[in-house]
């Protein structure tokens, strides 16, 4: 089996194909797929390794992308949900 895996503009392909004969007939199969990658995704510490026709990719985030991504929401106490609605009437 012959199996490619490839990284591209925060795309991961895997793709591959398989040839196996014998005296009377050749077969060949082929597959690829694509996944869109989170954009956490450390590229440089991706990682793929085959062990008895079962391949595992591993995709690590880095932790500070994603506390970058993180936006906080105040959270205001005391109003209830009519109160809050007439502030926003009168602004």
Do not use: C, H
Not at 57 to 84: C, F, H, L, W, Y
């Amino acid at each position: 089996e012959d199996i490619d895996v490839s990284l591209e503009d925060g795309y991961l392909t895997v793709s591959g194909q398989r040839l196996t004969s014998n005296d009377n007939s050749r077969f060949t199969s082929k597959f690829s797929q694509t996944f869109s990658l989170d954009a956490a995704v450390d590229v440089d510490q991706f990682s793929a390794n085959l062990v008895n026709g079962v391949l595992v990719v591993m995709a690590p985030k880095d932790m500070k992308r994603i506390e970058e991504n993180i936006t906080k929401i105040p959270v205001v106490q005391g109003k209830s949900e009519a109160e809050v609605e007439d502030d926003v009437e009168v602004e």
